[in-house]
């Protein structure tokens, strides 16, 4: 037997589970089975922005559409309230929507807070994690159309109702890579009579070391409602009912000293495995600005 395992982690060892705890506070919302000590936290400050003429809709069909844009700048922070239980916020402080031919919707997007509790730490680290995104941003906001003869457009900077998620995630580390694997279920409900459909989203996460202190990841998810709608007036794509979506993304981390770190990253959000429904297909640019306290 080889008894160096039994060992207590290596510097290198204790910093590459530090980053990867990182991962929970990276672009997209990431999730992963470990948890912070009481007392410590992490935060970032975020930009992501794409932009798009290839919209899908219901049938999983090429719709003509207008060129799209969306800006978000977004503040993630996690911190360790008790042993093994984490609060987490997810606030987009400021959304930017709009297509070519019309003048910018902008507001604060929806908030989500969640209460992540952690399993398993020391062995396979298992957490689950309960949330509500609260309806903080406009439900509805006009915008100027320049299209002749044309009314103007709604492009909410929210969905205007509580969602409830539900977050089961589970994660591994060796001394060069890490991972994790997690499914979330949102329980929607209603805004102004209309009901909107649950969604399923699962994905996996693979990172690398390259280098002392940089990371590469991998992340691949997809996001899928459990039900239909073919009324696009009723639901529009912002609102997200009846979407379906996969997403992968790369992230290079670098963390500058035991505060401070970066990340940039590359996310395309496309037809597989699954067929994209009433979504856009785009590829976006994330940059990110972290701080950590140990």
Same mark, same amino acid.
């Given at each position: 037997?080889?008894?160096?395992?039994?060992?207590?982690?290596?510097?290198?060892?204790?910093?590459?589970?530090?980053?990867?705890?990182?991962?929970?506070?990276?672009?997209?919302?990431?999730?992963?089975?470990?948890?912070?000590?009481?007392?410590?936290?992490?935060?970032?400050?975020?930009?992501?922005?794409?932009?798009?003429?290839?919209?899908?809709?219901?049938?999983?069909?090429?719709?003509?559409?207008?060129?799209? =844009?969306?800006?978000?700048? =977004?503040?993630?922070?996690?911190?360790?309230?008790?042993?093994?239980?984490?609060?987490?916020?997810?606030?987009?402080?400021?959304?930017?929507? =709009?297509?070519?031919? *019309?003048?910018?919707?902008?507001?604060?997007?929806?908030?989500?807070?969640?209460?992540?509790?952690?399993?398993?730490?020391?062995?396979? $680290?298992?957490?689950?994690?309960?949330?509500?995104?609260? $309806?903080?941003?406009?439900?509805?906001?006009?915008?100027?159309?320049?299209?002749?003869?044309?009314? $103007?457009?709604?492009?909410?900077?929210?969905?205007?109702?509580?969602?409830?998620?539900? *977050?089961?995630?589970?994660?591994?580390?060796?001394?060069?890579?890490?991972?994790?694997?997690?499914?979330?279920?949102?329980?929607?409900?209603?805004?102004?009579?209309?009901?909107?459909?649950?969604?399923?989203?699962?994905?996996?996460?693979?990172?690398?070391?390259?280098?002392?202190?940089?990371?590469?990841?991998?992340?691949?998810?997809?996001?899928?409602?459990?039900?239909?709608?073919?009324?696009?007036?009723? *639901?529009?794509?912002?609102?997200?009912?009846?979407?379906?979506?996969?997403?992968?993304?790369?992230?290079?981390?670098?963390?500058?000293?035991?505060?401070?770190?970066?990340?940039?990253?590359?996310?395309?959000?496309?037809?597989? $495995?699954?067929?994209?429904?009433?979504?856009?297909?785009?590829?976006?640019?994330?940059?990110?600005?972290?701080?950590?306290?140990?």
């Amino acid at each position: 037997m080889n008894h160096k395992r039994l060992a207590s982690p290596s510097p290198f060892r204790a910093l590459l589970l530090s980053l990867a705890l990182w991962l929970i506070g990276a672009p997209m919302f990431s999730q992963s089975g470990w948890t912070r000590s009481p007392g410590k936290s992490w935060s970032q400050l975020s930009y992501t922005g794409w932009t798009s003429d290839q919209y899908f809709g219901f049938e999983g069909n090429s719709l003509e559409s207008g060129t799209f =844009s969306q800006r978000d700048f =977004s503040f993630y922070g996690e911190y360790g309230v008790w042993k093994n239980l984490n609060v987490i916020v997810n606030a987009p402080i400021l959304r930017s929507l =709009s297509y070519d031919h *019309t003048s910018a919707s902008r507001g604060i997007g929806d908030l989500r807070i969640d209460l992540k509790y952690g399993l398993l730490q020391s062995k396979i $680290p298992i957490s689950i994690a309960f949330g509500a995104e609260l $309806p903080t941003g406009k439900a509805n906001q006009n915008v100027e159309n320049s299209l002749p003869n044309s009314q $103007p457009i709604n492009l909410p900077p929210g969905d205007g109702e509580w969602n409830y998620w539900t *977050t089961l995630a589970l994660s591994g580390s060796n001394s060069k890579m890490f991972g994790t694997a997690y499914f979330a279920y949102n329980v929607r409900t209603d805004y102004e009579g209309f009901e909107f459909a649950d969604q399923l989203k699962v994905g996996i996460e693979v990172g690398k070391s390259v280098g002392k202190m940089s990371f590469l990841i991998l992340k691949g998810s997809v996001l899928s409602s459990l039900s239909s709608s073919q009324n696009v007036n009723e *639901t529009e794509f912002l609102r997200q009912n009846g979407i379906a979506l996969s997403q992968i993304n790369l992230l290079f981390l670098r963390q500058l000293d035991e505060n401070w770190g970066y990340s940039i990253g590359f996310m395309h959000s496309g037809n597989f $495995p699954v067929m994209i429904n009433n979504a856009f297909q785009s590829n976006a640019l994330q940059l990110g600005l972290t701080y950590e306290i140990k």
